[in-house]
């Protein structure tokens, strides 16, 4: 307990690469430069408000509660499969749940692309059917594809190591005091996976609000989401200041989310993963 | 048999990845009656239960319930209960909510609900714990709310796997008293696993002796006590000394250096049988009155008892005696013929 040097490193790294940028943030949303020098303002907030901005953000957040949605409705019966002992036994699928996620997240969304694609591999077998082709890259549904896919492991593991972890005895007294299986899983194994469910859904609706990548390769060049527009902001257009404020906006929106999932994990006290 | 059993067992056999767990078990539950399941563990007394609870299927074999074959029948639809060792009460529901677990799926009326609830607490000595977590509950109290849970449902068979084990001597006590006092009052029978031949002998209508997943006897208390059917169950059920003898002819047998007389007969001239003499039933006698003599090797108060380790023809043998003999001295040892039991030799050692 008394080698807390040990933490220093730590620290250190963490003032540089967190503390230090979100000060940074907040200095560029509040303030502006102008000729008699740097003044605070409001004006980066403001414009985030416009409505053009609004409906970007609102997008953004509709997306990714759609991709949460999925990848639960996914990822829940795969994390009770995976959790389930006679299917576990052979580890075939669980290393095919797996195995995808050792390949570079770029790779992975560029394969979806050629997939998707003029000429790819759905297009050929549509063709070969003599179907009429359909455009599915550059959509929402391939943007939501292409975050189910990348973040559906972080709704699974949270709620398979809940799942795992629970007490096999208590799903047999249930079973014992004349619960068929629907019952047991509505009434025992939901109510007791919460804490993984919640983790679970932090975990994806996250990354999926923030994602700029799979929004940028699976939705276009046109296709803008808040992320785009933030990564927009500092590289293209270099206006430092409206992107701080997009995103200390976001961390905000964020943040609340957070505090309203910690406090109903909190109702139910579990072995989240975190 | 006038009365058809209430579950019977039927060349039951069951493996797990190859070692058997059970093998062939016949085995007959009368109605009303505490039967308990004792033996070592890895016995085969725990998935016997898990086979009647319905929560393993048996390899081969029949499962018969009021004479009906349930063998394939899933848990929930069984009419046994089951107390589990380690509680498995729901952690995210209170204690009347635990208990009402399966009144709920039964879709009785709340007003019911509430009624059973309220006196199956009474019964089991926790009145006005309904709005408990489980979690704040101490282990004799968690305990009680599992048994609770079972007999809110009014099982015809209760079935009870090792539930006092993780209790301490005290409470483990008193809750035998307890459950022995529920079984009668509510008269429904229960099939009861143990590996404590103490608990076992206290509570039991009839004993299931179990090892490597055989039956080694079935019967009363007294009857397994007095009556065991061969060493194993001799030096499990209370402490023996188990003796190599040989049978001379009926009613005489040589061990220890000397011909002894016996009550057993039916064995073979010469046979090689285990002599079992409980620890209690050898006299301590001033040198040369007894057929034996030998040096106390050692001595250790138990309480009631002294127990004392003597030495005599090569052997070691324990005896319990209020009297205590000092360590060193010789002294004689007394064996009455009804005191020496018979055994025929195990096949497999």
Not at chain 1, 129 to 143: C, F, G, I, K, S
Not at chain 2, 93 to 108: C, H, R, S, W
């Amino acid at each position: 307990m008394k080698k807390t040097w040990y933490a220093y490193p730590y620290l250190v790294w963490m003032t540089i690469f967190i503390v230090v940028p979100l000060f940074l943030l907040l200095f560029y949303t509040f303030t502006a430069t102008t000729e008699e020098g740097i003044r605070f303002t409001l004006q980066h907030i403001k414009r985030v408000c416009e409505p053009i901005y609004l409906m970007v953000l609102l997008r953004s957040i509709l997306l990714a509660l759609i991709c949460t949605v999925v990848c639960l409705l996914i990822g829940y019966p795969v994390a009770l499969i995976l959790a389930n002992k006679e299917y576990s036994q052979n580890k075939v699928l669980a290393l095919l749940f797996v195995i995808p996620m050792w390949i570079n997240f770029l790779v992975r969304t560029y394969a979806w692309m050629s997939l998707l694609g003029k000429n790819g591999l759905i297009d050929m077998v549509m063709d070969f059917l003599r179907l009429p082709p359909v455009q599915l890259l550059y959509t929402d549904h391939a943007v939501v594809l292409g975050m189910v896919y990348n973040f559906l492991p972080f709704m699974v593991l949270p709620i398979y190591s809940v799942l795992a972890k629970m007490d096999k005895s208590i799903i047999e007294a249930a079973e014992d005091l004349g619960a068929d299986y629907i019952t047991v899983l509505k009434r025992i194994i939901i109510p007791l996976s919460l804490p993984g469910v919640i983790s679970g859904i932090t975990m994806v609706f996250m990354p999926a609000v923030t994602t700029f990548i799979i929004s940028r390769l699976l939705g276009g060049g046109q296709y803008i989401l808040i992320g785009n527009l933030i990564e927009q902001q500092f590289i293209v257009v270099g206006d430092w200041n409206f992107g701080s404020a997009i995103s200390f906006v976001l961390t905000v929106i964020i943040l609340i989310s957070m505090g309203i999932m910690r406090k109903y994990d909190r109702e139910y006290e579990g072995g989240a993963i975190w | 048999m006038v009365e058809e059993p209430i579950i019977r067992l039927v060349n039951v056999s069951k493996n797990y990845d190859g070692t058997e767990a059970l093998k062939d078990i016949n085995l007959c539950i009368r109605k009303n009656e505490f039967l308990t399941l004792l033996g070592p563990s890895g016995c085969g007394k725990t998935t016997t239960l898990r086979i009647i609870a319905g929560f393993e299927r048996p390899d081969s074999g029949a499962v018969f319930f009021e004479g009906k074959d349930i063998t394939n029948l899933p848990p929930y639809k069984r009419k046994v209960n089951t107390v589990f060792q380690r509680y498995a009460l729901f952690p995210h529901m209170n204690v009347a909510e635990n208990i009402a677990f399966g009144l709920k799926i039964k879709k009785l009326d709340k007003k019911t609900i509430e009624r059973k609830v309220a006196e199956v607490l009474e019964l089991v000595n926790l009145k006005g714990f309904e709005k408990r977590s489980v979690d704040s509950l101490s282990g004799g109290q968690q305990q009680r709310v599992a048994i609770a849970r079972a007999l809110v449902n009014e099982p015809e068979v209760l079935l009870l796997d090792e539930p006092l084990g993780a209790l301490d001597l005290k409470l483990r006590k008193s809750m035998q008293i307890e459950l022995k006092r529920i079984q009668k009052m509510l008269g429904i029978t229960f099939v009861y696993v143990t590996h404590d031949q103490e608990e076992a002998l206290t509570m039991s209508d009839t004993i299931v002796v179990m090892k490597d997943g055989t039956i080694q006897q079935i019967g009363t208390p007294e009857m397994i006590y007095n009556e065991p059917k061969n060493a194993f169950v001799a030096d499990f059920i209370g402490e023996s000394n188990i003796i190599p003898g040989r049978m001379l002819k009926d009613n005489l047998v040589y061990f220890a250096g000397h011909e002894f007389e016996c009550v057993d007969s039916g064995f073979e001239r010469n046979e090689e049988v285990d002599v079992v003499i409980r620890p209690e039933d050898i006299k301590l006698v001033p040198v040369g009155e007894g057929m034996l003599q030998g040096e106390v090797e050692s001595v250790t108060f138990k309480g009631v008892h002294y127990e004392m380790i003597v030495r005599s023809e090569g052997i070691n043998w324990m005896i319990h005696s209020t009297l205590m003999e000092p360590v060193g001295s010789r002294i004689g040892l007394r064996i009455l013929p009804h005191d020496i039991h018979i055994m025929k030799k195990a096949a497999v050692k």
